[in-house]
């Protein structure tokens, strides 16, 4: 079964401060997606990166970045130079096939809330 | 392009009531899941549907049930509330099978009393 962890339920930097948020995670498939999504105070998840499981460039965009290491099963997220605007709850997912292939769900960590302070 | 909608937004019920929940994908998608986010569980998946077809199931009873419609609009059931079935309740929209992306609606809050 896939599984999904994030060990850090909450963090709280100051802003401008970087902060990396953690993702472990568990399959037995070689065939994978690995997500992160943000889920600020209104509630609607926002998709921010997809990365598959044969792919392990490192990946930035703006302030984010994606660290993707197989050998150690993690998808680590960074986000340089934090704002205010970057408190949310952020989620890691997995998404493996099953059923022969053509059925895919979606595990969700159990998230990490993350507060930027001023 | 409109997102993902969800109605109603917020849901008020009494224990045994059932309740109906609608979820409207984006345009051209095909693939609607839905999740239960509660403080305890964290996001669940409910289940999926593609084409009309539930294709995907989590691990709930099977009061919560769904459906969705030849536009791919999608509803969602649960019959004889109970307090624990106070969640927000989330529908997501993908264009293809592999689920590569989903993009997810505000949610529906509801309360059971």
């Known amino acids: 079964a896939q599984k999904v962890t994030q060990a850090q339920t909450e963090i709280s930097v100051v802003e401008k401060e970087d902060v990396t948020l953690d993702c472990v995670y568990e399959?037995?498939?070689?065939?994978?997606?690995l997500f992160w999504y943000k889920q600020p105070p209104s509630g609607e998840l926002v998709f921010l990166i997809r990365?598959?499981?044969?792919?392990?460039q490192n990946e930035i965009s703006g302030r984010y970045s994606w660290n993707f290491q197989k050998s150690t099963s993690s998808f680590n997220f960074t986000i340089t130079a934090s704002q205010v605007v970057d408190s949310a709850v952020y989620f890691c997912?997995?998404?493996?096939?099953f059923g022969g292939g053509s059925n895919y769900k979606l595990t969700f960590g159990k998230g990490t809330l993350l507060t930027v302070n001023p | 392009k409109a997102g993902v909608t969800q109605t109603p937004r917020y849901l008020i019920k009494t224990r045994g009531q059932q309740v109906t929940l609608s979820c409207s994908p984006i345009?051209?998608?095909?693939?609607v899941s839905w999740y239960q986010q509660t403080p305890g569980q964290g996001l669940q998946f409910l289940f999926e549907?593609?084409?009309?077809?539930?294709?995907n199931k989590g691990n709930f009873p099977g009061r919560f049930s769904g459906r969705q419609f030849s536009n791919s609009r999608s509803e969602m059931n649960v019959s004889t509330l109970e307090l624990g079935d106070s969640a927000l309740y989330l529908c997501?929209?993908?264009?293809?099978?592999?689920?590569?992306?989903?993009?997810f609606g505000p949610g529906t809050r509801l309360t059971v009393t």
């Open positions: 997501a929209s993908s264009l293809d099978r592999e689920l590569y992306e989903q993009y």
């Open positions: 399959t037995r498939d070689t065939t994978y997606y």
């Open positions: 990365r598959n499981s044969f792919d392990e």
């Open positions: 997912a997995l998404s493996e096939a």
């Open positions: 345009s051209g998608h095909r693939s």
């Open positions: 549907y593609f084409s009309e077809t539930q294709r």
